[in-house]
Nanobody, 124 residues
Framework: QVQLVESGGGLVQTGGSLRLSCAAS????????MAWFRQAPGKEREFVAA????????NYADSVKGRFTISRDNAKNTVDLQMNSLKPEDTAVYYC?????????????????WGQGTQVTVSS
């Protein structure tokens, strides 16, 4: 089992920055990939960014490329999401996800472990 806890959400103005962090515990030695997804009110949960546990591969949604950066620290068992140049359309609950299997890292269905989510609100 893997437990995930997100932190770092909050309220920020358009153009501002936030840094989300996800702390993993449990079978962290078996994690092969981690990702961030988000869900806005009335919308489906969507992919934001992902990274393989060895850091060799990252993937970003087109909507956040050039603005968001995902990074992992294996020593601390954390994955962070640095979000810059935030827009009102980035407002959502952000979820951390992890999985013990390899393969495609941007598909929601490929993740078996999820955090409880953290709210990000970008005011215009």
């Amino acid at each position: 089992q893997v437990q995930l806890v997100e932190s770092g959400g909050g309220l920020v103005q358009t153009g501002g920055s936030l840094r989300l962090s996800c702390a993993a515990s449990g079978r962290t030695f078996s994690i092969l990939k981690m990702a961030w997804f988000r869900q806005a009110p009335g919308k489906e949960r969507e992919f934001v960014a992902a990274v393989t546990w060895n850091g060799a591969t990252t993937n970003y949604a087109d909507s956040v490329k050039g603005r968001f950066t995902i990074s992992r620290d294996n020593a601390k068992n954390t994955v962070d999401l640095q979000m810059n140049s935030l827009k009102p359309e980035d407002t959502a609950v952000y979820y951390c996800a992890a999985d013990l299997s390899p393969g495609i890292i941007y598909l929601r269905g490929r993740y078996g472990y999820w955090g409880q989510g953290t709210q990000v609100t970008v005011s215009s």
